[in-house]
């Protein structure tokens, strides 16, 4: 019997860990010339920085209605549990958007802090509740229920996955300290001051964003979409081929936002090499101990 990680088969997987490592090679011999020939921002580029992780976020709504749908065929007495994680993903979406995406919404209001009302402030967040409203009635449709512990496994899959991977990156931050290429660019000889991302110096970034290059936060969330041909597998009309798709659409994405991150100035191709293998093996380790 053919075996699957996340949906997929272990080509697939394997795929996606030799690209990486290959990645983490060659950005370790060359980083730093990677960056001199492809970093230019553009305006197309900042707007898919800036707005961009949304699609990844989708999941985490997604993840809910998988967790809400599958108690709720357990019985009436995890109906509360199941409401409970639904909002629980939902709120998870929504913070990460308002943290992340927000900053140039609130400027395009004339939002200044300390100025202007509060209410203005928080117009971003409504926003994002509205934003992500459509998913909950289109996984109701989608979803195939007759194996109520395929969809809490998914749900919990998606949901504990991207919130361990989040706090992973940010501790591995903190631990390497490494400097954007960026900030590189603002010093008079830029390469004085760059580091190889195996050369840390830990706790140096606190909380300067200066110092925050490896791994890459943004391919962290990008490389969520991985879940995706294991959320499509719990659909009502799914297949193998259906699985691929997703898988493609899902590569397609995280090397477009890995391109972006290094062409945006912001990272390095280690580090955006290193955020999508650290994020793929905590989801495909965490599917295993759920049976995904």
């Known amino acids: 019997?053919?075996?699957?990680?996340?949906?997929?088969?272990?080509?697939?997987?394997?795929?996606?860990?030799?690209?990486?490592?290959?990645?983490?090679?060659?950005?370790?011999?060359?980083?730093?010339q990677i960056n001199v020939l492809l970093a230019n921002k553009t305006e197309i580029g900042k707007l898919f920085a800036s707005y961009g992780m949304y699609f990844s976020y989708c999941l985490y709504p997604a993840a809910g209605m998988c967790l809400y749908t599958g108690l709720k065929k357990k019985g009436g007495k995890f109906m509360p549990l199941g409401k409970a994680l639904f909002v629980i993903a939902y709120f998870m979406a929504v913070y990460y958007s308002d943290s992340y995406?927000?900053?140039?919404?609130?400027?395009?209001?004339?939002?200044?802090?300390?100025?202007?009302?509060?209410?203005?402030?928080?117009l971003p967040v409504l926003i994002w509740v509205l934003a992500y409203s459509w998913i909950p009635f289109v996984m109701?449709?989608?979803?195939?229920?007759?194996?109520?512990d395929k969809l809490?496994?998914?749900?919990?899959?998606?949901?504990?996955?991207?919130?361990?991977?989040?706090?992973?990156?940010?501790?591995?931050?903190?631990?390497?300290?490494?400097?954007?290429?960026?900030y590189l660019l603002t010093l008079d000889d830029p390469y004085s001051e760059y580091r190889d991302w195996w050369h840390f110096v830990p706790n140096l970034a606190g909380s300067d964003d200066n110092f925050k290059s490896w791994p890459s936060g943004n391919m962290t969330v990008a490389s969520m979409m991985f879940a995706l041909p294991m959320l499509a597998d719990r659909f009502r009309k799914h297949s193998p081929k259906k699985?691929?798709?997703?898988?493609?659409?899902?590569?397609?994405?995280?090397?477009?936002?890995?391109?972006?991150?290094i062409h945006m100035t912001n990272h390095f191709?280690?580090?955006?090499?290193?955020?999508?293998?650290?994020?793929?093996?905590?989801?495909?380790?965490?599917?295993?101990?759920?049976?995904?």
């Not at 899959?157 to 290429?181: C, E, F, H, M, T």
């Not at 994020?279 to 495909?284: E, S």
């Open 101 to 122: 995406m927000s900053k140039n919404i609130r400027a395009s209001f004339g939002y200044v802090p300390g100025e202007s009302s509060p209410l203005l402030g928080f």
């Open 152 to 182: 809490i496994a998914a749900g919990a899959v998606i949901l504990i996955a991207g919130i361990v991977s989040d706090n992973v990156n940010l501790w591995l931050k903190q631990l390497s300290s490494r400097p954007r290429y960026k």
């Open 1 to 32: 019997m053919k075996e699957y990680i996340m949906g997929v088969s272990k080509k697939a997987f394997y795929g996606v860990i030799i690209v990486c490592l290959i990645g983490i090679i060659i950005g370790s011999f060359y980083d730093y």
């Open 269 to 292: 191709l280690s580090d955006v090499c290193f955020g999508t293998l650290i994020t793929y093996l905590i989801h495909v380790v965490i599917a295993k101990v759920f049976k995904a």
């Open 140 to 148: 109701k449709r989608l979803l195939d229920d007759s194996d109520p």
């Open 243 to 261: 699985n691929m798709i997703c898988f493609a659409a899902a590569c397609i994405y995280v090397v477009i936002f890995g391109y972006n991150r």
